[in-house]
């Protein structure tokens, strides 16, 4: 479990291909190693990875193939830069919103809104099946970063960004065209799975009561 705080921003260091799979090697930010140990879960960009190497401040971890298919990961290079945080504590601060490290899909920057103070991010999700989830003033997770959902449109939502996100993150230095990881937050998912059902089903025993049938 994580809360969409991160922690900092890691270098990727080494990127070995295997049959099926991809090894990666980050260069931890200072004092974000201190109690790792192998096995244990730390969220690239959003994305849950386990620990498989610990090398001082070198770690490395395993990408499965749905994993390089369904994020961005799959793009990273030697000396990319990619947000990390280390999985949630009993005693931790939740600071953001819960997440479980599990991404839906990507989505691309669309539009970005420059001003003196903050900055306003549009993206567009690469399956639009997930837009039902994407709430005004509710939660997503963008690259790991818990941020509230601003302005709405059919295929569309942006955030709002203050400068302390755009220091502490990779969000900074995005541009048009960059993709980024996209978590959907658990809760409003399954709020609005469960309203569909019951809609349905009430729906279908509206139909039944009325003489209809239903063709599955």
Same mark, same amino acid.
């Given at each position: #479990?994580?809360?969409?705080?991160?922690?900092?921003?890691?270098? !990727?260091?080494?990127?070995?291909? =295997?049959?099926?799979?991809?090894?990666?090697?980050?260069?931890?930010?200072?004092? #974000? %190693?201190? @109690? $790792?140990?192998? @096995?244990?879960?730390?969220?690239?960009?959003?994305?849950?990875?386990?620990?498989?190497?610990?090398?001082?401040?070198?770690?490395? &971890?395993? +990408?499965? =193939?749905?994993? $390089?298919?369904?994020?961005?990961?799959?793009? !990273? /290079?030697? @000396?990319?830069?990619?947000?990390? *945080?280390?999985?949630? %504590?009993?005693?931790?601060?939740?600071?953001?919103?819960? #997440?479980? @490290?599990?991404?839906?899909?990507?989505?691309?920057? !669309? /539009?970005?809104?420059? %001003?003196? +103070?903050?900055?306003?991010?549009?993206?567009?999700?690469?399956?639009?099946?997930? #837009? =039902?989830?994407? +709430?005004? =003033?509710?939660?997503?997770?963008?690259?790991?970063?818990? $941020?509230?959902?601003? *302005?709405?449109?059919?295929?569309?939502?942006?955030?709002?960004?203050?400068?302390?996100? +755009?220091?502490?993150?990779?969000?900074?230095?995005?541009?048009?065209?960059?993709?980024?990881?996209? *978590?959907?937050?658990?809760?409003?998912?399954?709020?609005?799975?469960?309203?569909?059902?019951?809609?349905?089903?009430?729906?279908?025993?509206?139909?039944?009561?009325?003489?209809?049938?239903? !063709? &599955?």
């Amino acid at each position: #479990m994580f809360t969409g705080i991160v922690r900092g921003i890691a270098t !990727v260091v080494a990127v070995e291909d =295997k049959n099926q799979f991809r090894v990666h090697t980050i260069n931890m930010p200072d004092g #974000m %190693t201190e @109690g $790792l140990e192998l @096995g244990a879960s730390v969220a690239h960009d959003g994305c849950c990875l386990s620990v498989t190497a610990i090398n001082g401040d070198l770690v490395s &971890f395993d +990408l499965m =193939k749905e994993t $390089l298919r369904i994020t961005t990961l799959g793009d !990273v /290079k030697v @000396g990319d830069a990619i947000n990390v *945080e280390r999985a949630a %504590t009993f005693n931790a601060e939740i600071g953001g919103h819960v #997440m479980s @490290g599990h991404i839906m899909c990507t989505a691309e920057i !669309v /539009k970005v809104v420059a %001003t003196e +103070l903050n900055r306003q991010i549009w993206f567009r999700l690469s399956n639009k099946d997930f #837009m =039902k989830y994407v +709430l005004y =003033k509710g939660y997503i997770g963008v690259d790991g970063i818990s $941020l509230t959902i601003g *302005e709405v449109s059919q295929d569309k939502f942006c955030v709002h960004l203050i400068p302390e996100t +755009l220091t502490r993150t990779t969000l900074g230095n995005k541009r048009l065209a960059d993709r980024v990881n996209i *978590e959907i937050d658990p809760q409003t998912q399954a709020v609005v799975d469960t309203v569909e059902r019951v809609l349905a089903q009430r729906q279908a025993a509206a139909d039944d009561a009325n003489g209809i049938m239903h !063709v &599955f």
